[in-house]
C-alpha cells in the first residue's frame, strides 16, 4: 500500500515539475500611478493573482527635467545615460540569464505616449524611447524565447507633456527548470564574510 502511494505521489510531482507554468504580467503608468497585475497559470488553472497600485501625489517629473535639455547636446547626454544604465543591466541580467534561457516569451506589447510639451525635447526623446525598447527586444531574443512578435509603439505628444506607458507580457516556464535555475543561480550569489579580530 505504501508503495503504491509513494509511486502516485513521484508521478504527480515529476508530472508537476515537467508541467509548464504561464504568467501573464501588466504594467501601466500614468500620471504617477503605478498598475501592477500578475497571474500565474498552470492547465488554464488560476494558482496566483494579484493587483497592485501604487499612487504618488509627488514624484519627480521626469519630463520636466527632459524639457530643458539643449537640443544640440540632448541626444548625447541621453546616449551616455542609456550606455550606463545598460551596463549597470548587464550586471544584473548575469544572475537571471539561465532563467531567461529557459523563459519564452509567448506575447509583448509595449505601447509609450510621452511628450514634454516642447517639439525638440519630444523628438530627442521619441528617438531614445526607440532605441531602448529595440535594445530590450535585441536583448530578450538573446537571452530569452521570443516566439510571438513583439508590438513597440511610440506616439509623441508635440503640443503637451504626457507620460503614459503600458506593458502587456506572457511568459512561460517549466516549473522543474524554474526551481532548478533559481537554486543553481543563488548558490552562485557570493556570500559576504565576516571579518574577526582575535
Known sequence: MWVIIAIIILILMTIMLLSKMYISFCYTYKKHAHEIHITVKIYQLRLFSKEWCIKRDEDID????IGELDASSGMEGFKNSFKYGV???????????????????????WQTTIGTGNASSTGILTGGMWTLKGSIIALLNELGNVTGHPIISINPNFQMKQLESKIDCIVSIRIGQAIYTVFKAVRKIPVKKEAYIS
Open 87 to 109: 551596463e549597470n543591466m548587464k550586471i544584473g541580467l548575469k544572475i537571471i540569464k539561465r532563467l531567461l534561457a529557459k523563459s519564452y516569451f509567448h506575447e509583448l506589447n
Open 62 to 65: 521626469i519630463l520636466d527635467l
